[in-house]
Structure formats: structure tokens, C-alpha cells
């Protein structure tokens, strides 16, 4: 029996996860991951995660008429191991907290067996002007059903 396939991975136990093949491009000249590629990594499987849970960043911004827009606060990295060309990372997500107005989650990097990078990502809540606004209960309920 074939396994579904989602382009946008899946939900799991407390949050999403999402598999991504390295390529040429994501690698310098040694061969490795080049250390910056990894936040493109970390935003799909926030991105992904949100359009597992039905909210689309394109139709929240136009939402209401404050819209609603997510903002990296703050990031702490931890690089624990290097991944290389063609090596299968699986990128998962982890709600922490989502309320008021931010987010906290928690995001890993895996190669198979081996972590190679864990992430702690504080998300401000804006409308499209800025400043900063509630998340909505509705979609506060979406990452908390995710939730462990």
C-alpha cells in the first residue's frame, strides 16, 4: 500500500513534521550545508505547519481588516551536527505556547539518527501595519490541539 504524500509534510504528536532533501545550492564549497540554509529549512516547516493547520500566511494578511501577519522575534540555534548534499532532513515543529500575541515553537533538524540542529523560534503576533495584535482564538485553538 502506497503512503500518502503531502508536499507540505504532516501533523504529528504536538506539532508538524516535514521532509527536505539537500541540494547543490544548499551547500558551500565543502560540501556541507552552508550554516545560513538552515533557516530556509526552519521557515518551511513553520509555513508548512500553518498550512497543515489551514491557515495559509497568504490569506491571513487580507483575513480581516487588521490582517495578521507572523514576525521572527528572536531565534536561538544550536548546531549540533552538518548535513550534507543529498542527505533527507526531516524538519519538525513543536508548539510550545500560542497566545496573546506570540508564539513560541520548537524546531529540530534530523538526518536519520543523527539531530543536527535544534531551534527555539519566539513568533510576534502583527496586524499588516506592524504593531501588534492578538492571535486569534481560532487559530490560537489550531496550534494547541497540536499540542502534547
Known amino acids: 500500500m502506497t503512503?500518502?504524500?503531502?508536499?507540505?509534510?504532516?501533523l504529528?504528536?504536538?506539532?508538524?513534521?516535514?521532509?527536505?532533501?539537500?541540494?547543490?545550492?544548499?551547500t558551500d564549497f565543502s560540501g556541507l550545508v552552508y550554516h545560513a540554509?538552515?533557516?530556509?529549512?526552519?521557515?518551511?516547516?513553520?509555513?508548512?505547519?500553518?498550512?497543515?493547520l489551514g491557515c495559509a500566511q497568504s490569506d491571513l494578511i487580507n483575513a480581516d481588516e487588521e490582517g495578521l501577519v507572523f514576525v521572527v522575534h528572536r531565534m536561538e540555534l544550536d548546531f549540533k551536527s552538518p548535513?550534507?548534499?543529498?542527505?533527507?532532513?526531516t524538519i519538525e515543529t513543536i508548539t510550545e505556547k500560542a497566545g496573546g500575541a506570540k508564539m513560541v515553537?520548537?524546531?529540530?533538524?534530523?538526518?536519520?539518527d543523527r539531530r543536527l540542529i535544534e531551534a527555539k523560534v519566539v513568533i510576534a503576533?502583527?496586524?499588516k501595519f506592524g504593531r501588534p495584535?492578538?492571535?486569534p482564538e481560532t487559530i490560537a485553538e489550531k496550534f494547541q490541539q497540536t499540542r502534547v
Open 3 to 10: 503512503e500518502a504524500f503531502s508536499l507540505s509534510g504532516h
Open 133 to 135: 495584535r492578538r492571535l
Open 105 to 112: 515553537l520548537r524546531q529540530t533538524i534530523n538526518c536519520a
Open 83 to 89: 548535513a550534507r548534499m543529498d542527505d533527507v532532513l
Open 125 to 127: 503576533v502583527v496586524n
Open 37 to 52: 540554509r538552515y533557516l530556509h529549512f526552519l521557515e518551511r516547516g513553520r509555513t508548512d505547519y500553518l498550512r497543515c
Open 12 to 26: 504529528i504528536e504536538g506539532g508538524h513534521s516535514l521532509t527536505q532533501r539537500v541540494y547543490y545550492e544548499d
